[in-house]
């Protein structure tokens, strides 16, 4: 399968911005799609891009290079509930995702 | 209210029993599929079904079987041949397979022992 590397733990403090980094495989790949997972519970969507550029969704954003092969989420205004497992999920071949190993998001008072 | 049921939440079972793990969605969605995942990682592709009564392995099918007889459920077997069975499974759906938001499950922590 196909692999994608982002960092396994970040660790910032609230107000702060903190970026998360996902490297993918670019044969067959057609977009990348984050999602936050809290401890023990359900993975849940955040943003998807398709097209290279910033996509803003409220104090989250995520970017997408192709030519790089290289994407973020970007996280402003850190809150404690915040603090969750962030997984860059890309799609590939138009009808498979293959997930990341997740990054641990610590966000200190 | 629309969604992804899972039952049960916890399931107990001995080494060497099959176990299914149940999976039903009231979104109308076309795909279906089963994910695993293991303290510290992330999630890995077992099965998915992209349509009633057709369905694909993903990465790591082995020891697993699926079954798509109706739109709304995606049952998961975990057979006595997966060697390492202990783990949280994670269904979801999305529209279609080419869709870019899946929806997950609450998830289902198997034990074996």
């Known amino acids: 399968g196909q692999s994608l590397e982002q960092p396994s733990e970040v660790t910032a403090v609230e107000g702060a911005i903190v970026q998360i980094n996902c490297t993918y495989q670019t044969s067959g790949f057609y977009g990348l799609s984050w999602y936050q997972q809290h401890d023990g519970g359900a993975p849940t969507f955040l943003s998807y891009?398709?097209?290279?550029g910033l996509e803003e969704t409220g104090r989250f954003s995520s970017f997408l290079s192709r030519s790089d092969s290289y994407g973020y989420l970007l996280l402003q205004e850190l809150q404690m509930k915040d603090s969750a497992s962030y997984f860059c999920?890309?799609?590939?071949?138009?009808?498979?995702?293959?997930f990341g190993s997740g990054t641990k998001l610590n966000v200190k008072p | 209210d629309g969604g992804i049921t899972q039952s049960p939440k916890y399931l107990f079972r001995k080494e060497g029993q099959n176990v299914t793990l149940s999976c039903e969605q009231n979104?109308?969605?076309?795909?279906m599929y089963w994910y695993r995942q293991d303290p510290g990682q992330g999630l890995r592709l077992i099965y998915y079904?992209?349509?009633?009564?057709?369905?694909q392995k993903g990465d790591i099918a082995e020891g697993y079987s699926v079954s798509r007889e109706k739109k709304e459920s995606f049952p998961l077997t975990v057979t006595s041949a997966q060697k390492n069975p202990t783990a949280f499974y994670l269904c979801?759906?999305?529209?279609?397979?080419?869709?870019?938001?899946?929806?997950f499950g609450p998830g289902t922590r198997l034990t074996v022992t």
């Open positions: 979801a759906s999305s529209g279609t397979a080419a869709s870019h938001e899946q929806y």
């Open positions: 079904s992209q349509i009633v009564n057709d369905f």
């Open positions: 891009n398709a097209l290279d």
């Open positions: 979104l109308n969605h076309d795909a």
């Open positions: 999920a890309a799609l590939y071949n138009f009808n498979k995702f293959y």
